[in-house]
């Protein structure tokens, strides 16, 4: 443990979990300051925690007035605070980082914890994973849909975000249920805390800008890696170790890939619609895992979570056997490039915290294989997914196959303005509900309603 009773810590950035983080370390030393960065929590919030004996400030104060600065990594490297720390060697924490410490106070003997981020396929790697996982073990995942128990099959909580921060609330808030559990999944943005005892990096494909544009998302992936816990195990995409480059000695690395190559542990040896062969040697296990053609959902959508969870679970000595007869009771992710009837249409349901342009493309040409008539629900759910959905790929998304389909329904304010393209063919809807509804309106029966709206569900 980094921090002792008497450590003076300054939490910045309350609005991503930062005041989780300033609640969990006030129990381990006696003066935290949280510091509301973006200027976004009201004054009750300010006031119940400094009821609770942390100070608070909208301001950036002095770093040499304390011990440690923990920061988020996708804030701003330039914000005063940070400068003023690395002029001054005062040591600077991410919120992973602190998080790590404050697990590290946790009972998790004889329980496997999990960490998984990526750019891509975090989502749905994390449910197949669990889904295998959990024919033998009793499972809890934690993703952008929710607090999930694989035991019982319920939610036990919506509306955790997958910041650092909300794996110890995840964990507190199974502990409050009195939940046992075997295995905790915790998928989580922009890196690992450290503590897991296997760390997966799904991909860094598609990379991006981060912290005012100073630095790559890759780089804040990376630190899964780097602050992993020696002796730990880590499943990572070659992508990510091709570009990354050496690894540690003192953890166990087991590559996949989501084509084909045998220079990884686990790979591809085929893929398409119509099914997959997926081929393994790990130590002195080896064989092939058989993918069939599914009608519930698109295969070539998932062959990173394919590839991915079928590492993780060979590393953890699940029987290829199980592995393979759970993907072929798989029916895919909800929102996730799935399948199925509504009202008399066909929903291609592709609705989901990480769509974006790339996916709304892949969901068309997917949609395009039943031949009917399309109507597409395009946008965003603003208000609940802080990146949003970039509105020039949008306007170009439109100009280039808004001849395809029978009329486009755009979701979000920031989408509005695109109706101008043609008003003959092009509507709008506040959210989701609103432009599914909208679209059965402008169907038939065996017409096809494709749903691609960037948001959590």
């Not at 996708?74 to 992973?96: C, T």
């Not at 609940?384 to 389909?405: A, M, W, Y």
């Not at 029978?406 to 989701?432: C, Q, S, W, Y």
């Amino acid at each position: 443990m980094l921090f002792n009773s008497s450590s003076r810590i300054a939490v910045l950035d309350l609005t991503h979990g930062g005041a989780v983080i300033a609640r969990k370390l006030k129990k381990i030393t006696g003066s935290v300051t949280a510091i509301d960065v973006y200027r976004k929590l009201s004054p009750e919030l300010l006031d119940k925690l400094e009821s609770e004996g942390i100070k608070t400030s909208r301001e950036s104060l002095k770093a040499s007035d304390f011990d440690f600065i923990i920061a988020p990594v996708h804030l701003d490297s330039h914000y005063p605070m940070l400068l003023d720390a690395a002029a001054n060697n005062i040591p600077v924490l991410s919120h992973h980082q602190a998080v790590g410490q404050i697990l590290s106070g946790y009972d998790l003997k004889n329980k496997t914890l999990i960490e998984l981020t990526g750019t891509k396929a975090k989502t749905s790697t994390t449910i197949l994973l669990a889904d295998i996982l959990s024919k033998e073990k009793k499972v809890i995942s934690h993703t952008s849909r929710g607090l999930e128990d694989w035991s019982t099959g319920t939610i036990i909580r919506k509306g955790l975000s997958i910041t650092p921060a909300s794996i110890p609330a995840a964990l507190d808030t199974v502990d409050d249920a009195g939940i046992e559990f075997d295995v905790f999944i915790s998928e989580i943005s922009l890196g690992g805390t450290g503590s897991a005892d296997l760390g997966i990096i799904t991909t860094i494909a598609n990379d991006y800008k981060i912290a005012n544009n100073t630095r790559l998302a890759s780089e804040a992936k990376r630190r899964m890696i780097l602050d992993a816990r020696s002796g730990s195990v880590l499943v990572v995409n070659n992508d990510a170790l091709r570009f990354f480059g050496a690894c540690r000695r003192d953890i166990n690395v087991i590559s996949f890939t989501d084509s084909v190559n045998a220079s990884c542990n686990v790979y591809y040896e085929s893929m398409d619609c119509k099914g997959a062969t997926l081929a393994y040697f790990l130590g002195n296990k080896h064989g092939k895992i058989y993918i069939r053609e599914a009608a519930d959902y698109d295969i070539t959508s998932y062959k990173t979570a394919f590839v991915c969870a079928t590492a993780a679970a060979l590393t953890l000595d699940i029987d290829p056997g199980a592995i393979e007869r759970t993907l072929l009771e798989f029916k895919g992710a909800q929102g996730r490039m799935t399948k199925k009837p509504l009202d008399g249409r066909m929903l291609i349901d592709n609705s989901n915290s990480g769509m974006d342009i790339r996916t709304a493309e892949k969901a068309l040409d997917y949609s395009k294989n039943d031949g009917g008539r399309i109507v597409m629900v395009l946008g965003e759910e603003a208000k609940e997914v802080c990146e949003g959905l970039d509105p020039s790929g949008v306007d170009r998304f439109i100009h280039k196959h808004i001849n395809e389909l029978a009329a486009i329904i755009l979701v979000g304010e920031r989408m509005r303005p695109f109706i101008e393209i043609d008003p003959t063919k092009i509507h709008h809807a506040n959210d989701l509900p609103g432009g599914i509804e909208l679209a059965k309106s402008l169907t038939k029966e065996k017409d096809i309603i494709l749903s691609c709206v960037k948001c959590f569900r």
